[in-house]
């Protein structure tokens, strides 16, 4: 016991047959489940792919000072900050980061950069209580899995972490921190003997585009240039109170940059001359508008986030299809914190000169000191408000602000397995309720094989959307409704029928546990729960077919299967549909 209580100030989700435990100034009569994922969701999201691993550090101090003083296992070892250690990586922890052992001592590190299999050197950058984190110095031997990053600023870029580990092996990464997670987190036992699959875990799903997937691409301005020291290039870190080594030896340029956010660092900007997870097309607007910022930076100020003064902020690319032709159509969506459009046109027309794929050209004007690309008002500059896109055989319109998955391809598969993992009759008989619908993507795309659809989402923009995406593609049994699912009232149900079907897609945070109740009550036949966060989804599958520390009712359903779908290569990223299901009361 003793134990588990000091584990529990570093975690808050549960592990193995303990339900969440949260440390005590989080708790709220609410829902303390949420407040701690909330306030600790960092710790967790790493240490839970490893915690027979920390568990063994956590030993109690009596049992630690039975042992020799000269015997150094993982009770007794802990290294110094700023200490230079050599380590082995066993594996990935969720969000990427690398699970590694000190090589005398077994003792748990975390390290940035580190691939599953390699010995390397790593400099100690914080100390936890059962663990330490670490930045690699160096890699002493390199593993049959590790492959050349092909980005030139891989190492640098805080995006495609494991660029430089083999597909197949990121695949199995991913794969095994879903499978820890959903069995110790969610409490579910490896093998279901009485289920139809007999497995709860599915292989996962790859994606056929390692490169070149995203249809959406967000890049900053900044006058804050971030050019890292070569020795640390393949760092990649740039908070100055947690790595004081690494940042000491950057350099700035207080003058005009283009490109992606340091890591860890809001008002720092790598420049960068492309991005290979965007199209080929969108790489080359990139550059031109690059160049052309550069060379008018005078007139055209990057905007700092410090001193609220400059013109560019934000620099967005879309990328969607020609319903016609089947090629590219480009959206630009330059972001700045004033309408002056004499001196931007000299832009948009070289841009309109140069690449025929450009179908729209808007400025949109975000006012707040916010460093946000959200805007107060928008002005079409060429072409029309929306690029296209097909999905599912519908067609969608895509605004500058919308929602939209960033991977179509992969989303196209995506949505398939929901609308297969449904089981809907096909009879145009059931009714499906689609929580967290964004812009109707999913629900429009089953709403041929349902009687209704409803569907709900929290953001008013994307519920207009999701209704003229209803209009365009002559659907009239879908209604979406704009509601904030974490703040339920009482007459909620009132607005549709009991759902044969649920669809829930909520964002990282994952369900608040109003919305988890009132599913248990509701008693659809079937949930189909799509998590973009296979922590908060474990957690979860946890209170929906257990009840968890919430008082929730247990055996309300049972967990069919868990299907993983590796929507963003080289990303930590990892997208799960869960299917359960109903089980009748006797």
């Known amino acids: 016991m003793a134990l588990w209580r000091s584990f529990s100030s570093v975690c808050c989700t549960s592990f193995g047959s303990r339900p969440c435990v949260v440390p005590l100034h989080t708790r709220s009569r609410a829902f303390s489940v949420r407040n701690a994922t909330a306030s600790a969701s960092s710790d967790v999201d790493q240490l839970l792919p490893v915690f027979e691993d920390v568990k063994e550090n956590l030993q109690e101090p009596t049992r630690r000072s039975q042992s020799s003083p000269k015997e150094k296992g993982p009770s007794s070892y802990f290294p110094k900050k700023g200490q230079d250690i050599e380590l082995v990586c066993e594996s990935l922890a969720y969000k990427g980061n690398g699970v590694c052992k000190v090589v005398e001592t077994g003792f748990v590190v975390l390290c940035e950069r580190a691939l599953p299999g390699e010995r390397l050197l790593a400099r100690i950058v914080k100390k936890k209580r059962g663990f330490a984190e670490a930045y690699k110095l160096k890699t002493l031997s390199v593993h049959h899995n590790a492959v050349a990053a092909p980005c030139q600023h891989f190492g640098d870029c805080g995006g495609c972490k494991t660029q ?3 597909y197949h092996a990121q695949l199995h990464e991913k794969e095994q921190q879903v499978h820890d997670l959903i069995a110790r987190t969610g409490r579910f036992g490896i093998s279901q003997p009485d289920g139809p699959t007999g497995s709860y875990l599915k292989p996962i799903v790859p994606c056929p585009m390692e490169f070149h997937y995203r249809n959406k691409m967000e890049f900053s301005f ?159 500059l060429f072409g029309g408000r929306v690029i296209t896109e097909t999905l599912r055989g519908l067609q969608f319109e895509i605004s500058a602000n919308s929602f939209f998955q960033t991977n179509t391809s992969q989303a196209e598969v995506l949505y398939r397995m929901v609308e297969e993992q449904s089981s809907l009759k096909g009879d145009a008989s059931e009714i499906i309720l689609d929580l967290f619908c964004g812009t109707g993507t999913i629900g429009l795309s089953m709403a041929k094989k349902a009687k209704h659809v409803y569907g709900y989402e929290i953001v008013p923009e994307a519920v207009v959307d999701a209704r003229r995406n209803a209009e365009r593609n002559g659907i009239r049994n879908a209604t979406f409704i704009q509601s904030d699912l974490n703040k339920l009232i009482n007459d909620f149900h009132q607005d549709f029928p009991q759902p044969d079907i649920v669809i829930t897609d909520p964002n990282r945070p994952g369900m608040h546990l109003k919305l988890i109740k009132f599913l248990l009550n509701l008693r659809a036949r079937r949930i189909v729960y799509v998590s973009c966060n296979p922590s908060t989804c474990a957690r979860d599958l946890d209170l929906l077919c257990h009840g968890g520390e919430g008082g929730l009712e247990p055996q309300t359903y049972k967990l069919v299967s868990v299907q993983p779908v590796d929507m963003f290569p080289h990303t930590p990223h990892i997208e799960c549909v869960c299917v359960l299901d109903l089980i009748e009361r006797s």
């Open 164 to 166: 430089n580990l083999a």
């Open 222 to 380: 900044g006058t804050q240039q971030w050019v890292p020291a070569e020795s640390y290039s393949s760092v990649g870190q740039a908070n100055d109170e947690e790595y004081p080594e690494v940042t000491k030896s950057e350099s700035y340029s207080e003058d005009f940059a283009l490109g992606l956010h340091a890591p860890k660092r809001f008002d720092r900007i790598l420049p960068i001359n492309e991005c290979l997870l965007q199209h080929d097309v969108a790489n080359q607007i990139f550059k031109q508008v690059k160049a052309y910022c550069y060379a008018n930076s005078k007139k055209l100020p990057a905007y700092d986030v410090h001193t609220h003064k400059g013109f560019l902020r934000h620099l967005m690319i879309r990328t969607g299809s020609d319903l016609k032709t089947g090629g590219p159509q480009i959206m630009v969506n330059l972001v700045t914190s004033t309408f002056q459009p004499d001196l931007i046109q000299p832009l948009v027309t070289s841009l309109v000169d140069e690449f025929p794929q450009m179908v729209s050209f808007v400025n949109n004007v975000a006012t707040s000191v916010g460093n946000t690309s959200q805007s107060d008002e928008e002005h079409v």
